[in-house]
């Protein structure tokens, strides 16, 4: 079965650092690819090269068979990406901020969509406040809503997405990208090594290491 | 691949091949970028009202500075109102994608399903409405200040109408270049004010030449051509160096 | 597809080739710019006749023309390589617009001298509005844009890249700010001032200006091989033949 991700090769170059030279991975529809690294090793580069943000000094990835180059607006509208900054204007409610970018990626939601994600994300009766009010916690979980109301999109690219969060949190968004999973979608995603999975969703793990060494590929299917 | 019941109208996600010529309506992302930045904007007025303020102050200097007598006045007048409403489009411009830098939805922006040229077009509109626009229909009061005719002062608000949409969009290459960049705000003034000399001479121009009697049509004209030229190339220009900046 | 590698302008795509090639190119110019620029001064100072109007004065344009002329044709070249740079992400070209930008911000800058320097005695103001001198001004500024937005971004990919979709950008708006300029200067005729109005010109003076323009033009290549081979040296300075060529010169 033809993998739904594929990295070749990639190597990266920041200002006059090499980050890393030579990764490659091979990601199958219904599994997750869990970038693992010390900080500063190129773990946020690289999830930025998959979103097709930043080219790659070397290398090339493939979305379906396909250079994500040529895919451009088609890849984009399949794809969900939540970087460390939770992408939300001050000013305007966590419904009305929900309601743009699910506009913007192609996925426009009613408000009571909008606002049941929300509710799952625990904000109930909270969705109409300024973001600006609330916790960086609540920030983070008005961020993720996107995911809730995410399902059309096939790949989820997420930085860091269990920071901040506390343990329910943490089990809603573990059942998200279960059930992301369990659709055949393909999530990536760094996290750190202590986080403890309900169930362990099945993976393919990619530890990101400096030049000296070449970098580790794992795949481990569970369940 | 099992699927599970949907409780909701969202189509159930599947891994299946590119869809090819379904991407959502263009006009459907633009409208909601504009949505966004004209409600962001209209919540915190402080930023368009401080450089609507920074307009009135400056033009009101150069009396101070070269003495009121009225014909001098009179002959300033456009040259001077427009070199200020320059100088308050440049502050202005700043706040054009920092922000969104900072909260991460510039790189939201990069990913939408929308070109990005069209949304770039679409902030540059909210801008624009919300600073050239607001000078442009402020300038009669200023006129005043210099006893400029009434006649000179409709040529002065229709030049300022058709020439402040080209300084938010030739300014916004220059933001779209100096986004999160040291020292932003100057270099970003270093970068524009050569680029709109044509747009200021233009401008100023054609009040001239309407006060002499030469007619300003040619002015507009040629201000019209390069607002459409503008239109076209600008939203490019900016997208390409957004994706530099981004990268 | 010819096989010889000299023949394959690819092959001194490579900063490390093209190094090489600069380097041996070099005093060839620098010669020329010597010989060429000796001719043109005897040409102008010397041989030319002294205009009736304007007296000796007028011998400043043998500097101030072809300097005027270098300085466009060089932001020309320079959104040349941009283009090249962007269009096929080539280092080398970003690195030949980069080395390029000082030396056409210095004509610039000469043209606007020596243009002061020939209004004095001839129209008695070290400054006129004149639309040649003001765009030379405004495309100094666009000069100035240039090396400041690459100076201010620190990341050296991100800078070359920005500083070339300035020039693309400026390139573009230079014959709409040419056009607007001499609009703005036919349109506010105090004195018939311009500068443009050369005295009618003899033969020779004609050939002075060509062999002046000639000598700045080799001048150029030069100064700009030479620092491109500097800029080279500097990116590249963790290669082994860098540190090699670094450590020679020791």
């Known amino acids: 079965m033809s993998p739904a991700l594929e990295l070749r090769t990639l190597r990266c170059v920041r200002g006059e650092r090499l980050l890393f030279d030579g990764v490659s991975a091979l990601v199958p529809a219904g599994q997750m690819l869990r970038v693992l690294g010390a900080n500063g090793s190129g773990k946020t580069s690289l999830l930025r090269m998959i979103c097709g943000l930043a080219r790659p000094t070397r290398g090339e990835i493939l979305w379906l068979g396909q250079p994500i180059a040529e895919l451009r607006e088609d890849f984009n509208t399949r794809l969900i990406y939540l970087g460390h900054a939770p992408a939300l204007k001050d000013e305007l409610s966590a419904l009305e901020n929900l309601r743009a970018?699910?506009?913007?990626?192609?996925?426009?939601?009613?408000?009571?969509?909008?606002?049941?994600?929300?509710?799952?994300?625990?904000?109930?009766?909270?969705?109409?406040?300024?973001?600006?009010?609330?916790?960086?916690?609540?920030?983070?979980?008005?961020?993720?809503?996107?995911?809730?109301?995410?399902?059309?999109?096939?790949?989820?690219?997420?930085?860091?997405?269990?920071?901040?969060?506390?343990?329910?949190?943490?089990?809603?968004?573990?059942?998200?990208?279960?059930?992301?999973?369990?659709?055949?979608?393909?999530?990536?995603?760094?996290?750190?090594?202590g986080l403890v999975w309900e169930a362990t969703p099945p993976q393919v793990t990619l530890t990101l290491r400096a030049p000296e060494a070449t970098p580790k590929v794992q795949a481990t299917i569970a369940g | 691949m099992s699927t599970t019941g949907s409780e909701n109208t969202m189509s159930e996600g599947r891994l299946a091949t590119p869809l090819r010529g379904e991407t959502p309506g263009l006009l459907q992302g633009m409208r909601h970028v504009f949505a966004r930045d004209l409600r962001v904007v209209l919540r915190r007025?402080?930023?368009?009202?401080?450089?609507?303020?920074?307009?009135?102050?400056?033009?009101?200097?150069?009396?101070?500075?070269?003495?009121?007598?009225?014909?001098?006045?009179?002959?300033?007048?456009?040259?001077?109102?427009?070199?200020?409403?320059?100088l308050a489009s440049m502050l202005s411009l700043t706040r054009l994608f920092t922000d969104d830098h900072h909260d991460g939805t510039l790189e939201q922006l990069l990913l939408a399903a929308t070109p990005l040229p069209l949304l770039v077009l679409a902030k540059m509109a909210v801008h624009w409405l919300t600073s050239g626009l607001l000078l442009?229909?402020?300038?009669?009061?200023?006129?005043?200040?210099?006893?400029?005719?009434?006649?000179?002062?409709?040529?002065?608000?229709?030049?300022?109408?058709?020439?402040?949409?080209?300084?938010?969009?030739?300014?916004?290459?220059?933001?779209?270049?100096?986004?999160?960049?040291?020292?932003?705000?100057?270099?970003l003034s270093l970068l524009v004010l050569p680029l709109v000399v044509p747009v200021l001479i233009f401008g100023a121009g054609a009040v001239a030449a309407s006060e002499g009697g030469f007619g300003f049509s040619a002015h507009f004209s040629l201000l019209g051509a390069m607002l459409v030229l503008a239109l076209f190339l600008a939203p490019l220009a900016t997208a390409a160096a957004l994706r530099i900046a981004m990268e | 597809?010819?096989?010889?590698?000299?023949?394959?302008?690819?092959?001194?795509?490579?900063?490390?080739?093209?190094?090489?090639?600069?380097?041996?190119?070099?005093?060839?110019?620098?010669?020329?710019?010597?010989?060429?620029?000796?001719?043109?001064?005897?040409?102008?100072?010397?041989?030319?006749?002294?205009?009736?109007?304007?007296?000796?004065?007028?011998?400043?344009?043998?500097?101030?023309?072809?300097?005027?002329?270098?300085?466009?044709?060089?932001?020309?070249?320079?959104?040349?390589?941009?283009?090249?740079?962007?269009?096929?992400n080539a280092r080398?070209?970003?690195?030949?617009?980069?080395?390029?930008?000082?030396?056409?911000?210095?004509?610039?800058?000469?043209?606007?001298?020596?243009?002061?320097?020939?209004?004095?005695?001839?129209?008695?103001?070290?400054?006129?509005?004149?639309?040649?001198?003001?765009?030379?001004?405004?495309?100094?500024?666009?000069?100035v844009g240039v090396l400041s937005l690459h100076a201010a971004i620190e990341e050296t990919q991100r800078a070359d890249r920005a500083?070339?979709?300035?020039?693309?950008?400026?390139?573009?708006?230079?014959?709409?700010?040419?056009?607007?300029?001499?609009?703005?200067?036919?349109?506010?005729?105090?004195?018939?001032?311009?500068?443009?109005?050369?005295?009618?010109?003899?033969?020779?003076?004609?050939?002075?200006?060509?062999?002046?323009?000639?000598?700045?033009?080799?001048?150029?290549?030069?100064?700009?091989?030479?620092?491109?081979?500097?800029?080279i040296l500097e990116r590249e300075r963790h290669a082994s033949w860098a540190q090699q060529a670094l450590g020679a010169t020791a």
């Open chain 1, 101 to 193: 970018s699910s506009g913007l990626a192609g996925q426009p939601c009613s408000t009571e969509d909008a606002a049941t994600a929300l509710a799952q994300a625990g904000l109930r009766g909270r969705e109409h406040l300024p973001t600006r009010l609330l916790s960086q916690g609540q920030r983070k979980r008005a961020s993720l809503a996107r995911l809730a109301l995410g399902a059309a999109a096939s790949l989820w690219v997420l930085d860091e997405p269990f920071n901040a969060l506390d343990d329910a949190a943490c089990s809603w968004l573990q059942g998200l990208i279960g059930a992301q999973l369990g659709r055949g979608g393909v999530v990536v995603l760094t996290s750190h090594q």
């Open chain 3, 92 to 143: 080398l070209a970003y690195m030949l617009a980069n080395a390029l930008a000082p030396t056409g911000a210095l004509m610039t800058f000469i043209a606007l001298w020596t243009g002061a320097l020939w209004g004095k005695p001839t129209w008695g103001a070290w400054w006129v509005w004149d639309a040649r001198l003001t765009s030379e001004l405004i495309l100094l500024f666009l000069y």
């Open chain 2, 45 to 86: 007025r402080a930023d368009a009202t401080a450089a609507l303020m920074f307009f009135i102050i400056v033009v009101s200097l150069f009396p101070l500075g070269v003495g009121p007598e009225p014909q001098l006045l009179r002959t300033m007048a456009a040259g001077v109102v427009w070199v200020a409403a320059l």
């Open chain 3, 163 to 231: 500083a070339a979709l300035l020039a693309l950008v400026g390139v573009v708006n230079v014959p709409i700010i040419y056009f607007s300029v001499k609009w703005w200067n036919t349109l506010h005729q105090g004195a018939s001032i311009s500068l443009t109005k050369a005295p009618s010109m003899a033969a020779t003076m004609l050939l002075g200006m060509l062999v002046m323009a000639l000598a700045l033009w080799m001048y150029c290549i030069a100064a700009a091989l030479l620092r491109v081979r500097t800029v």
């Open chain 3, 1 to 88: 597809m010819s096989s010889h590698p000299r023949m394959n302008w690819f092959y001194y795509a490579a900063p490390q080739r093209f190094y090489a090639l600069a380097g041996r190119a070099l005093p060839w110019f620098g010669v020329l710019a010597v010989l060429l620029g000796v001719a043109g001064l005897v040409i102008g100072l010397a041989v030319a006749p002294t205009d009736r109007q304007q007296g000796d004065a007028y011998r400043i344009i043998f500097v101030h023309v072809p300097a005027a002329w270098m300085s466009m044709v060089i932001y020309l070249a320079m959104a040349f390589w941009a283009a090249i740079g962007l269009a096929f």
């Open chain 2, 136 to 187: 442009a229909l402020i300038s009669p009061l200023l006129a005043l200040q210099f006893d400029l005719s009434p006649r000179a002062t409709a040529v002065l608000v229709g030049s300022l109408v058709l020439g402040t949409p080209l300084l938010s969009l030739i300014g916004g290459i220059g933001a779209a270049l100096t986004v999160g960049v040291r020292g932003a705000g100057v270099l």
